[in-house]
């Protein structure tokens, strides 16, 4: 089992920075790649993804103004956004995947953002 808690989500002014951070426990050592989704109604979107190998993957609405790293013990992922938008306004994910002993996927319990005009 891989466990997320995430924190940083708050309140800001449209064209200002957050920082989201998201911690994995438990078996990380199964952990193939972690990232970020957006909550917004009716649907959850891609922010963006880092993956064991490099690989890294952005939405289409944050590219330019949102960057995604990893700590060196590949437990912690950190989401850095800059310029927010309001519609960047929504509740934050933090999902982790892997394959090694068994597919899974976890999410965390959300954080939120708001960005207000």
């Known amino acids: 089992q891989v466990q997320l808690v995430e924190s940083g989500g708050g309140l800001v002014q449209a064209g200002g920075s957050l920082t989201l951070s998201c911690t994995a426990s438990g078996s990380i050592n199964r952990i193939s790649g972690m990232g970020w989704y957006r909550q917004a109604p009716g649907k959850r979107d891609l922010v963006a993804t880092f993956s064991n190998g490099g690989r890294i993957n952005y939405g289409e609405s944050v590219k330019g103004r949102f960057s995604i790293s990893r700590n060196n013990a590949k437990d912690t992922v950190y989401l850095q956004m800059n310029s927010l938008k309001p519609e960047d306004t929504g509740v934050y994910y933090c999902?982790?995947?892997?394959?090694?002993?068994?597919?899974?996927?976890?999410w965390g319990q959300g954080t939120t953002v708001t960005v207000t005009v």
């Open positions: 999902n982790a995947w892997g394959s090694v002993g068994g597919t899974f996927d976890s």
